[in-house]
């Protein structure tokens, strides 16, 4: 038993080193969850947010963010995004700014930099908190600081699709000194993965690495959804956290050292990934500018990591196809304002005419892959497609 905690502390402290090399912000700061959505709901409660309080959060991300807000009592706000950025559209922003605003998250969609210093000046003027979703970016800079670092706090997740992966999993560090106490207090309120989830984790990493193919990609991902949406299997998101507002029981989870061990893998390999990432996004925006493509603006921001490369498309799901046909794989980020829920928004408090940027983009969008080596396959599909791609706007 001795020798079991002693292990896992290790394992955490050398886990928490690495990230650490990447964060600048001291070991002590960081703090580890099952889910990036667990590791914001941490920060929210660290926050006391609760009954009254409003969280402002742009109209195109994941139902899970907008879900931990609910889950503590709080009304989220939605504000539009810019086309050009994926996020937070600022003279929006600051229109739902009110007296009862409690905290601002700001997204790093695609690993695209929200503007962090103009939140700031609005959030600071009126004492109002700011969470950085780094979800998509982790290992990029904005100005030159790292990705999550300028935040009172921010999260990031290691689910399957993100910069480096542990299957499932996230984490959340705090800059505002004022939030470390209650931040440790909640570490005893975690539950610990048990015997099952450990054993469902360790299987689908096999399963990623053995079973999982160009050929058989999109059969699983499919299989693996609907396991994960039955509660048959350890997954992104149960059923109830993609359907209702209601929190499911064994939410607020640590992470496993299972989880720990397989992130000190992956994190290795995380600067030549980002290499490649972004090397295949500037020829994405090489290949569109020169055809009048939509792309995102090559001197908006210089060190994004492009986790995805965001396209707009005429008609998605024609291109969709194709794009499987030719063996492409895309992601889905973000196909629906509070993704991946299409029915009545109305159930998170969307009002659609709030948000006609996310509306528009979420029916458009598609994400081109970037961590693979053979980006010229995707540019010559491209070519072959362009009448479906959207002009430059
Ligand atoms: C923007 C954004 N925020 C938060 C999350 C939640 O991360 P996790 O699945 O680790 O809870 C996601 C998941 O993909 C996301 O895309």
Redesign the pocket.
């Known amino acids: 038993m001795q020798y079991n905690s002693t292990s896992k502390n290790k394992t955490e402290s050398r886990y928490k080193d690495l990230l650490n090399q990447y964060l600048m912000s001291g070991s002590e700061s960081i703090f580890l969850y099952w889910?990036?959505?667990v590791a914001l709901y941490a920060i929210l409660r660290a926050m006391g947010v609760g009954e009254g309080d409003e969280v402002i959060i742009q109209g195109y991300?994941?139902v899970?963010?907008v879900n931990a807000v609910i889950y503590l009592g709080a009304k989220p706000i939605y504000v539009d995004i810019d086309q050009h950025t994926f996020n937070i559209n600022l003279d929006n922003l600051k229109n739902k700014v009110t007296n009862n605003t409690k905290v601002i998250i700001c997204?790093n969609?695609y690993g695209l930099s929200s503007n962090l210093e103009e939140i700031q000046k609005i959030a600071s003027k009126k004492g109002i908190y700011t969470v950085e979703?780094c979800?998509?970016g982790f290992g990029g800079s904005y100005h030159g600081i790292p990705n999550g670092t300028s935040c009172d706090a921010s999260f990031f997740?290691t689910?399957w699709n993100k910069p480096f992966s542990t299957g499932?999993?996230?984490f959340a560090v705090i800059h505002n000194s004022s939030l470390l106490n209650k931040m440790k207090e909640q570490e005893q309120d975690k539950i610990f993965p048990n015997f099952k989830d450990r054993v469902e984790l360790k299987m689908m990493y096999f399963i990623r690495e053995y079973l999982v193919n160009d050929f058989t990609y999109w059969f699983m991902v499919s299989l693996y959804r609907w396991l994960s949406r039955h509660n048959l299997v350890v997954g992104?998101s149960s059923g109830e956290e993609v359907t209702g507002t209601e929190m499911p029981d064994n939410y607020f989870k640590a992470m496993s050292v299972t989880q720990m061990k397989k992130g000190i893998k992956s994190i290795q390999k995380l600067n030549e990934v980002n290499k490649i990432r972004k090397k295949n996004a500037t020829e994405y925006t090489h290949f569109l500018m020169t055809k009048s493509k939509n792309h995102v603006n090559k001197h908006l921001f210089s060190d994004h990591i492009f986790l995805k490369y965001p396209l707009l498309v005429e008609n998605r799901e024609e291109f969709k196809k194709k794009a499987e046909k030719n063996r492409i794989i895309l992601g889905e980020?973000f196909e629906a304002p509070v993704y991946p829920y299409s029915g009545s928004l109305k159930l998170w408090g969307v009002d659609e005419k709030d948000i006609p940027v996310a509306m528009y983009v979420s029916k458009h969008v598609v994400n081109l892959p970037t961590d693979i080596e053979e980006v010229n396959k995707v540019i010559d599909f491209l070519k072959r497609e362009l009448l479906l791609i959207k002009d430059e706007e």
């Open positions: 889910k990036g959505r991300t994941c899970v963010v997204q969609t979703d979800t998509h997740s689910q499932i999993g996230g992104s980020w």
